[in-house]
């Protein structure tokens, strides 16, 4: 077969399969991906001629990272339950409600910063398991939750684990091409300089798409869980000003430092400015946004796990011991990514399963280096600060362990589906075709022509879709945009930055991203509940990115980008103004008991 239109269509198979039963029929994940795995298997031997022993070991890849994905799940759970144990989480909880009760400030703050931080610290889907549980523990609804830890994987993502996606995915994916070479050496600058170039392009590209992303979050939040997407937009002045308190020192790093701390400083110093203000009032709602009574909760909304929200009898606690875990967590993830003998000591230890079957296929799980390693330590610590019993720790591991293995069915065929679309290459096929990922991406090229700006972020959120990490998407596809924007006369900085844009985009839906989140907070089996949601900013994300991107290339005027970024603009001026009236015509009709249980009410 040497159509690329059908070899397009045969790559997506796979993924069409996952997106029809996770989406458009609601099948649990834990079904969905199974059947996922068989059609990979199926096109990959049938169409790219890849052969059993190949197969094979592209699973028993998947399914080594799939066990380090389940060890960062069990950590983040552990955190949870050794908290709840302590009593640190009503101490949390107590103290959110004195910067404020409000549930779209809470989620402001906690995902969007708080996130925002962990996620340049540590990247790879961590912030979604330190800030679904966190929220679940503060009284959030399951899905709630989790759906804005999967939100906010958005901005801070392309500079996440101290600026990998870039780093390592722009830097790997660009490195040795002569085109990039010649393109390097007549802007003057050696490879460092230019992914320094390449990062400062991409932060402008995040702040201004990603500007809205916490008024987004507060609208979703009030109207998939209170009835009213109107409720979201009163908190509007609050939610720009906690946008640009992160955007515009993540843009100043991006400038003078490069792309290692974009997200981490501008999370953190966002974080402490938001907090400090909010404490003295400083743009807090008038009015306070609360769910409905938990009686009136949908029973979609809700999971299996539901730490109890209760004060724990006999213990009071500081609130800085309470955040002491958390401050743990952070530092540790700090010291373990950004100083260089700690972190060539911690990802020196590995556990390596080289040459798969007799291929070249190899993997290895760093133990001591991923996220769940530094979720166990600071519950160790936890122990002693906290002064807990025997009992209690016990508890902690025995229920965790139990609700770990919700997560695994689906992890143990997701993570093989994809390594299996992903080593389709030339080097592992007897046809001689591009990987499946590439020849998507080809197949859109040869479509779009000049236009390819438009779609450049579509394929970097396919690649992060597929492959559940910006930085792979960055290492498959950076090549690829380099070369398409070569041809067609745009600049190759722009096209690349887009992709790493839209390869952040794509973590909102990833699949092991959705389930990882889900099952920190018992909600395996929604999956595609979620993504029906959160496929919702990624489409405004990669929406924007695109025109933006054109427009950047080929000027403002009468051309599909300057078009697409206006029509853009109607669409979501048309959407405000309709909720804004709708929110008014709510408060003189007589709303149905759920709306009336989200009424906002006064403080």
Not at 241 to 260: H, I, K, Q, R, W
Not at 448 to 460: K, T
Request: aromatic letters at 8%; a neutral charge.
């Amino acid at each position: 077969m040497d159509n690329l239109g059908l070899l397009s269509l045969a790559a997506l198979a796979p993924i069409l399969v996952v997106a029809v039963l996770l989406v458009g029929l609601r099948w649990p994940a834990k079904y969905a991906m199974p059947i996922g795995f068989v059609a990979a298997v199926l096109v990959g031997a049938l169409v790219w001629g890849m052969d059993a022993a190949v197969l094979a070991a592209a699973s028993v890849e998947g399914l080594v990272i799939a066990i380090g994905l389940l060890y960062i799940i069990f950590g983040a759970l552990l955190l949870l339950q050794t908290l709840t144990a302590s009593g640190a989480l009503a101490t949390i909880r107590a103290g959110f409600t004195t910067v404020s009760a409000d549930r779209r400030v809470q989620a402001i703050i906690i995902g969007w910063l708080f996130g925002s931080f962990i996620e340049g610290a540590s990247g790879f889907g961590t912030p979604a398991a330190v800030v679904a549980p966190l929220l679940l523990a503060l009284g959030f609804p399951a899905m709630a939750a989790v759906m804005v830890g999967l939100i906010i994987q958005s901005t801070p993502v392309s500079f996440g684990a101290a600026g990998t996606p870039v780093l390592t995915g722009l830097g790997r994916g660009l490195s040795g091409d002569p085109a990039v070479e010649r393109r390097v050496s007549v802007l003057g600058l050696d490879m460092p300089g230019y992914l320094h170039v390449l990062g400062l392009d991409v932060a402008l590209l995040h702040a201004v798409i990603g500007t809205l992303i916490p008024l987004f979050l507060a609208c979703m939040l009030t109207g998939f869980f209170g009835g009213r997407f109107g409720d979201g937009l009163r908190v509007w002045p609050f939610a720009i000003y906690a946008a640009f308190a992160m955007t515009v020192p993540y843009v100043l790093v991006a400038a003078v430092l490069g792309p290692e701390f974009p997200s981490l400083l501008g999370g953190l110093i966002g974080l402490a400015l938001v907090m400090f203000t909010s404490s003295r009032g400083f743009l807090m709602p008038k009015q306070t946004w609360e769910f409905p009574p938990r009686e009136r909760w949908s029973d979609r909304w809700t999971g299996t796990l539901a730490p109890d929200t209760s004060e724990v009898a006999g213990r009071s606690m500081n609130i800085w011991l309470a955040w002491s875990p958390y401050v743990v967590v952070a530092l540790l993830l700090v010291l373990s990514r950004t100083v260089p003998p700690v972190t060539q000591f911690l990802s020196g230890i590995t556990i390596d399963v080289d040459n798969i079957f007799g291929t070249e296929i190899s993997e290895s799980l760093q133990p001591f280096y991923l996220p769940g390693f530094i979720f166990i330590v600071a519950c160790l610590v936890t122990y002693g600060l906290h002064r807990m019993s025997g009992r209690d720790i016990g508890t902690a591991w025995r229920v965790s362990a139990s609700q770990l293995a919700g997560a695994a069915v689906a992890l143990l065929f997701a993570l093989p589906l994809v390594r299996i679309l992903i080593n389709s290459g030339p080097a592992f096929n007897d046809t001689g075709l591009s990987s499946m990922p590439v020849t998507l991406a080809e197949g859109a090229s040869a479509l779009a022509g000049d236009a390819w700006p438009v779609l450049a972020p579509w394929i970097g959120a396919l690649g992060a879709f597929v492959a559940g990490s910006n930085t792979v998407s960055n290492l498959t596809f950076s090549l690829f945009q380099f070369a398409t924007a070569e041809n067609i006369g745009a600049s190759p900085e722009t096209v690349v930055a887009t992709q790493a844009v839209g390869g952040a985009a794509g973590n909102m839906i990833t699949v092991h991203n959705v389930v990882a989140a889900s099952a920190t907070v018992g909600l395996l089996g929604r999956e595609g509940d979620l993504i029906r949601k959160t496929i919702i900013p990624t489409t405004y994300y990669c929406l924007f990115a695109g025109g933006l991107s054109f427009v950047l290339v080929n000027g403002v005027g009468l051309n599909v980008g300057t078009g697409l970024l206006v029509a853009l603009a109607i669409v979501l001026a048309v959407v405000v103004v309709r909720l804004a009236r709708q929110s008014v015509s709510d408060r003189v009709s007589a709303p149905d008991p759920v709306a009336d249980a989200a009424r906002p009410r006064t403080e």
